[in-house]
């Protein structure tokens, strides 16, 4: 499986845009980048998956650049509630299994 | 849904006791994961199930670690004889098989908080 590099932590101030980057270089044709949000004393919590372009949902969005060895994901006008480790992890076809690397920790202040 | 559900969700034992975590997957999920995350090593994958079936328990630290999948509501991870550095927040999550568009979220449980003294 590609290995995954992401900042190790991030500040931020509520209201304002947060963008935290994956690089994955070694990505493969059948390989998904997902992103994962984990609270503290709860368990990771899906946020947005894509394969190619761009993905959005109501929490977050997701930018892949073509050559998808790398990838985005872009927190619209934080809130201290999203003071949390995101995890960004690259899923195989028909693997099942999800690697979590050691995520970035956001800190929003107010 | 209730979601995953875990028990105990805190558990302190001595070591050389036996430890039994406990996990009830959302209804229709057809994987079943459990993780161990750790200040030190992070979040690592213990085992996984699919439709009951042990597929890959290559995380499993040693033999003291067991895992069983009874039916599709119920598993769990048994630990014995415990030990001091077996302490760490255990999760179960589960999902539904890939789907065509990508492979499908896990659903993560709240963890059991295991403490061996």
């Known amino acids: 499986l590609a290995k995954t590099t992401q900042p190790i932590s991030m500040d931020s101030y509520e209201g304002q845009e947060v963008n935290i980057t994956c690089s994955h270089n070694n990505i493969a044709t059948n390989d998904y980048i997902t992103w994962y949000q984990q609270f503290p004393s709860q368990g990771p919590r899906f946020i947005i998956q894509?394969?190619?372009t761009k993905v959005t949902n109501e929490v977050a969005s997701l930018f892949i650049p073509a050559d998808r060895k790398s990838s985005t994901l872009s927190l619209p006008r934080v809130s201290l509630s999203d003071t949390a480790v995101y995890y960004c992890?690259?899923?195989?076809?028909?693997?099942?299994?999800?690697?979590f690397g050691t995520g970035t920790r956001l800190q929003v202040f107010p | 849904d209730a979601g995953v559900i875990q028990s105990p969700r805190h558990e302190v034992t001595e070591m050389g006791q036996e430890v039994t975590l406990r996990c009830k997957p959302i209804?229709?999920?057809?994987?079943l994961f459990w993780y161990r995350q750790t200040m030190m090593r992070g979040l690592e994958l213990l085992i996984y199930f699919n439709n009951n079936v042990p597929i890959d328990d290559s995380g499993m630290p040693e033999d003291r670690f067991s895992a069983k999948m009874p039916n599709a509501s119920f598993s769990t991870l048994k630990i014995q004889p415990s030990e001091p550095r077996d302490s760490a927040v255990y999760f179960c999550?589960?999902?539904?098989?890939?789907?065509?568009?990508?492979?499908?979220?896990?659903?993560f449980g709240p963890g059991t908080r295991l403490t061996v003294t």
């Open positions: 992890l690259v899923v195989r076809v028909n693997t099942d299994k999800l690697i």
């Open positions: 209804s229709g999920h057809d994987y």
């Open positions: 894509g394969y190619k």
């Open positions: 999550a589960s999902s539904w098989r890939w789907g065509d568009k990508g492979p499908y979220e896990q659903y």
